[in-house]
């Protein structure tokens, strides 16, 4: 059984196409018998792809940062909640706990998520890629700035020793090899 995290949106406005490939995701972690580790908000895609894990069988774990917890507003799906005190240790956590990382589309939060892996990666915290889920092309801008970032010199290493990019869950699967 591998660790999946799951790097998503909270917001409960955004186009539904994004929530059903935050399902699809969680339906894909379940039915392969692995577990989920996502931030526990029961809140926009976060709540959807758990959801969707806990529906077809697999453990659910949430690091829940206390500002969430005194909003009220975790899940109530998490088989085990990890506490953390900020956003910052909660990264920290997930990635830790992580065997596999995951990022669907979201908003500056799971950008902060992508690049506090992508630099723990360049410095040697962790060996581990951060798959960008590239639903409808949202991460289109982004990889181009990246690319950019590395043309000019501003990354230790190439792109691919930090991203790769699925747009299928075909893709996925392959990149994350399970």
């Known amino acids: 059984m591998k660790k999946i995290c799951v790097f998503c949106s909270a917001s409960e406005v955004i186009d ?3 929530a059903e490939s935050a399902r699809e995701i969680g339906r894909w972690i379940g039915e392969n018998r ?3 580790v996502y931030g526990g908000a029961a809140l926009g895609l976060m709540e959807e792809v758990a959801k969707a894990a806990k529906a077809s069988g697999a453990e659910v774990i949430g690091v829940v940062p206390s500002k969430l917890e005194e ?3 975790v899940s109530n799906l998490l088989d085990i909640t990890i506490p953390s005190v900020n956003l910052s240790d909660r990264k920290d956590k997930m ?4 065997d596999v990382l995951i990022a669907l589309p979201g908003g500056v939060g799971t950008i902060d998520e992508i690049f506090h892996v992508v630099a723990a990666v360049s410095i040697g915290y962790y060996s581990k890629k951060i798959i960008l ?3 409808n092309g949202f991460y289109d801008t982004l990889l181009k700035f990246i ?3 590395n043309d000019k010199g ?3 290493h190439p792109v691919s020793k930090y991203i790769a990019v699925a747009r299928t869950l075909t893709e996925l699967n392959e990149i994350a090899n399970i």
């Open 16 to 18: 539904p196409s994004y």
């Open 34 to 36: 692995n577990c989920l």
């Open 71 to 73: 909003n009220g507003k």
């Open 95 to 98: 990635a830790e706990l992580a």
């Open 133 to 135: 889920y590239n639903v």
């Open 147 to 149: 690319e950019e970032m």
């Open 154 to 156: 501003f990354m230790r």
